[in-house]
């Protein structure tokens, strides 16, 4: 299973960002999908997950909620984090990760997720 996150950059405050992951080698509707993300001199913290197969339920950090939608497209393998009015403390490389859907279903914490792709910079300016 691969994971290959893309789409970071270097934007304004107040800006929005769409960054995409994509999955192969397995089949990606099986797969729970989360985004967690590490600034600079922190630990790595969550941010979003999606359950499997439909996507029918999400989560997110509680800081982060209605600022950050996370979303999904079987069709494509991708699994999207949508951010809205960034801010310079959102600045982090961001990861996707997946974990089984059949093995319990969604996480919020690093070690229940099983593959992570390499991460996708997120730079945001004040």
């Known amino acids: 299973v691969q994971l290959q996150a893309f789409g970071g950059g270097l934007v304004q405050a107040g800006d929005s960002l769409i960054v995409s992951c994509i999955v192969s080698g397995s089949p990606f509707s099986s797969f729970v999908m989360g985004w967690f993300r590490q600034a600079p001199g922190k630990e790595r913290e969550f941010v979003a997950a999606i359950s499997w197969s439909s996507g029918s339920s999400t989560y997110y950090a509680d800081s982060l909620k209605g600022r950050f939608t996370i979303s999904r497209d079987n069709a494509k393998n991708t699994v999207y984090l949508q951010m809205n009015s960034l801010k310079p403390e959102d600045t982090a490389v961001y990861y996707c990760?997946?974990?089984?859907?059949?093995?319990?279903?969604?996480?919020?914490?690093?070690?229940?997720?099983?593959?992570w792709g390499q991460g996708t910079e997120v730079t945001v300016s004040s």
């Open positions: 990760a997946a974990r089984w859907g059949h093995d319990g279903g969604v996480r919020v914490t690093l070690n229940d997720y099983r593959y």
